[in-house]
Structure formats: structure tokens, C-alpha cells
């Protein structure tokens, strides 16, 4: 299943959503059932329809699998901690939006190859539209412009981003389970000794009689980890096209065999418009 949050920008009518809420979240079972596409709503008087804002990508994207950490040394002999980040078949245009006929500009990428058995009728029939191969995780990479992008298309990462290029990579960290406030939030602990009876407690939570209850968002024990996580600025430190491997400087998010999201590095003004 796929983990990542896609930003999209769309123009939906009015009968598609509910009239009552301004801010909107839908949770797509087609294609991906863990995929979450938060859609913030504005009415437009024109045509009575629903106008959808999201952020733009500094370009499009490819998917990919971590492998693992390791040490690489560079030429002057500096040790520098490196992500090795592999390649299953896959990252294929599947569908190209622009905004005559879907109201926004993306492209659908599709990852890892899987037997026609795994997925649904519907998406295979997504993808048979195109004459692509099954694949199991589809995502979109918002654009400016999709020019130069046609379905069935092969996006090589070899083509699309070089040695010392800065990168975001996004994934679901580890999941840790129900924890304490002191592994949760960095807490410190009470005294061991001198007959203390609080030690790893949370400790007060708030006033009594005045406010009377807990606020909203108080730090306190709760599940930890598992959320989607985006790293930015991360650099590309070796293309490996032998080993069909790439090398990113610094830790990202998940454990080996987790799903990745690399994109060119979004620089506001720069590869990005600012509004």
C-alpha cells in the first residue's frame, strides 16, 4: 500500500461534496486506500462550484524503496552517512491531468510491479487504458506545466536529478507503539531517590476548578511514530546506475523496504511560485 500524501489542486461541483463543511477530507479507496487528500474549499460564485487550492511540487518526482544506512567515504577520505535508496520496476507516467480536463496540472506515477491478482478490476482497468503494467502505488506530483509528459512514459531518475542535487524525501516513519511522555515528548524525569514516588510520571495535567478541563493538544502519553514525515534538502550524494542505487546524505523516514518520495528540493521563488 502506499503511505504518501499527494498536493493536488482541483474544481469540484457542488453535488460531490457536502454543502456544510468549508474545509474538506476525502479518503480515496481507488488506486490507493491510504492515500489522504486534504482539500481545503472555497465557494466560487460563477458557476456555483467548489475551487480546490493546494501547494505546487518543484517538479515531478520519482518512487523508490530504502534499502539501508551506510558509511561512504569520499574522495579527501570524509565519512559521510548515507541512505542507500533502491529502484523496483516501475515510476511510469500513468496519467497525465492538466486543467481543461481535470482543472489542475499533474502527473500520475506509477511503482513496483505486482501480479494482476492484487489489484481491482478498477485499477486494472486504469492502467490497461495506457497498456502499463500493474503496479501497486500510484502517485501525483502536482506541476506549473506538464509539458513534456505523456502516459506510459519511463521517468528515469539517472535523467531527472544528478550528484549534488538537493532533494525532499517523504515517507511513514517507524511506528513505536503506545509510549511515555519521557520517550514521546523528551520529558525529564522525576528523582530516583529521597523517597520520590514519581519518577517516569506525566505529572500535573492541568489546573482544577479553574480552567476545569485538559487543553486541546496537552503533550501526553499516546501512540508514537507511524505518521508520513517529509525530510528536505537532502543531498544526492552517488548514482550507482551499475547497482541501479542512489545515495542520499542523512537518515529518511521508515525502515528498509519502506516506500519513498523523492522530489527535486522545493525552493520558494526559485522552482516554486511564491503565491
Known amino acids: ?160 536529478f544528478k550528484e549534488g542535487d538537493f532533494v525532499d524525501v517523504a515517507g511513514t516513519t517507524i511506528g513505536k507503539g503506545f509510549q511515555g511522555g519521557i520517550k514521546r515528548h523528551n520529558f525529564k524525569r522525576g528523582p530516583m531517590t529521597h523517597g520520590s514516588k514519581s519518577h517516569r510520571a506525566l505529572g500535573s495535567i492541568g489546573a482544577g476548578t479553574t480552567p476545569g478541563h485538559v487543553y486541546k493538544g496537552k503533550k501526553m502519553p499516546g501512540r508514537m511514530g507511524g505518521t508520513k514525515t517529509k525530510i528536505r534538502k537532502l543531498k544526492i550524494v552517488k548514482i550507482d546506475n551499475d547497482l541501479n542505487v542512489v545515495m542520499i546524505k542523512g537518515a529518511v523516514p521508515g525502515k528498509p523496504g519502506n516506500l519513498l518520495r523523492i522530489t527535486p528540493a522545493k525552493i520558494v521563488g526559485k522552482n516554486i511560485p511564491k503565491s
Not at 58 to 78: C, D, H, I, R, Y
Not at 140 to 151: A, I, T
Request: glycine content about 6%; hydrophobic content about 40%; aromatic content about 6%.
Open 1 to 160: 500500500m502506499s503511505i504518501l500524501s499527494l498536493s493536488i489542486s482541483a474544481t469540484l461541483p457542488n453535488s460531490h461534496i457536502s454543502r456544510n463543511p468549508t474545509n474538506v477530507s476525502l479518503k480515496t479507496s481507488f488506486l490507493n486506500p491510504l492515500l489522504h487528500f486534504k482539500l481545503q474549499t472555497a465557494p466560487n460564485t460563477n458557476n456555483n462550484r467548489m475551487l480546490v487550492r493546494m501547494s505546487y511540487e518543484a517538479g515531478v518526482g520519482v518512487m523508490a524503496t530504502k534499502l539501508g544506512m551506510m558509511s561512504f567515504f569520499e574522495p579527501n577520505g570524509k565519512v559521510v552517512p548515507v541512505t542507500v535508496v533502491g529502484f523496483k520496476e516501475g515510476n511510469i507516467v500513468t496519467q497525465v491531468k492538466t486543467e481543461a480536463t481535470d482543472g489542475y496540472n499533474a502527473v500520475q506515477v506509477g511503482y513496483r510491479r505486482v501480479r494482476d491478482r492484487k489489484l481491482t478490476k478498477p485499477e486494472m482497468g486504469h492502467l490497461q487504458k495506457i497498456g502499463a503494467i500493474p503496479m501497486r502505488h500510484l502517485q501525483e506530483f502536482r506541476l506549473v506545466s506538464v509539458d513534456g509528459f505523456e502516459p506510459n512514459q519511463n521517468l528515469v531518475f539517472d535523467d531527472m
